[in-house]
């Protein structure tokens, strides 16, 4: 039997800070996390958060300031030749492998890279594309693919060597939602069925993390704020109630005016298709009244209201204070 250590993945207060002359970032403030074998983690979060400084120091390619982290039981930085054999890591929109060869070329030769039999990468080499629905375009240059197909082809690479540890970094940027979905199914299925097969996702898809993953952390600003199951997170938020509305367009006061109403826990609003979409997070039913009463005060009229089950994008804004949209604009 192959090891299997207690955790896949173990950080301990972690910390990444980048230095200049005016100022220090702080990429990473003290991560502290653990991932067993057999999981699918998801690591959720805006852009700027500290996801992909986190996986490049979880795959050695950045050295942390300070703190320890080991990944399938090993160090990642005493034991970083250890460490890269047990793993893999897919970014969404890397530009991996050489233009001038076939996507099966390219796949070739990444399996020699990670030293697999070739006989046995070109069965693997066949059975990734026609997962992936790539099968087609074995014979096409890697310069003539469109950037979904690419990432297609650099999802292949990831599973090629079977590792024991998979990080997937933004995995279906660039995709379209059909291609997104058939990697999703079979990164799940990858796991479920093998037997200790780990997966670190990061991603700022709510959706996503929600439907794929065992458990989850919200990062922001190189911190973790929560991290637990995907329902027991939504669960926080079943002793107060989430509403969306529609409204014609209202300006930027009315938010104000309503984060100051009592019983107004977290509030969200933009503007689309000629609409105000308002997100509250309330602490019961009847503050709804008074919500409406502001809203009819601005001259503005309702389209529409619906009561809502707690999401993860309400779980990162109860947590962080405003969206997930805003929160990238803030970074």
């Known amino acids: 039997m192959r090891h299997m250590p207690e955790y896949a993945i173990e950080a301990s207060n972690l910390r990444r800070i980048y230095k200049t002359k005016e100022r220090e970032l702080i990429a990473l403030g003290g991560v502290d996390l653990t991932v067993r074998p057999g999981e699918l983690f998801g690591l959720l979060g805006p852009n700027g958060a500290g996801k992909t400084t986190l996986i490049k120091i979880l795959t050695t390619l950045l050295l942390p300031s300070s703190g320890t982290a080991k990944v399938w039981g090993f160090d990642v930085v005493q034991d970083s030749l ?31 890279f990670y030293g697999l039999d070739s006989k046995a ?9 026609e997962i992936v629905g790539l099968a087609d375009r074995a014979g096409t240059k890697v310069s003539h693919l469109s950037t979904g197909l690419r990432q297609k082809m650099n999802f292949c690479r990831g ?21 997104a979905r058939t990697l999703r199914l079979y990164t799940r299925r990858w796991v479920d069925e093998g037997q200790g097969k780990t997966v670190l996702l990061t991603t700022h898809y709510m959706q996503e993390a929600d439907e794929l993953c065992d458990r989850v952390a919200i990062i922001n600003r190189g911190q973790i704020l929560a991290c637990d199951t995907p329902a027991a997170l939504k669960r926080r938020l079943q002793d107060e109630v989430v509403f969306r509305l529609h409204t014609t367009p209202v300006n930027g006061t009315l938010s104000q005016e309503l984060e100051a109403l009592g019983g107004v826990r977290r509030l969200t609003m933009r503007q689309l298709d000629g609409q105000s979409e308002l997100n509250l997070i309330l602490a019961d039913d009847n503050i709804l009244g008074g919500v409406l009463g502001r809203i009819s005060e601005h001259n503005a009229s309702l389209i529409s209201l619906e009561k809502r089950q707690p999401t993860l994008e309400d779980v990162f804004v109860a947590l962080v204070g405003h969206g997930l949209e805003e929160a990238e604009e803030r970074q």
Request: hydrophobic residues 40%.
């Open 82 to 112: 250890q460490v890269r054999r047990h793993i893999n890591m897919v970014s969404g929109g890397e530009s991996s492998g050489y233009g001038l060869l076939t996507v099966r070329e390219n796949l070739w030769m990444f399996s020699q």
């Open 159 to 179: 599973l090629l060597s079977d590792p024991e540890v998979l990080f997937l970094d933004e995995p279906t940027l660039g995709l379209d939602v059909e291609a």
């Open 121 to 129: 990468a070109r069965k693997r080499i066949d059975e990734l594309l």
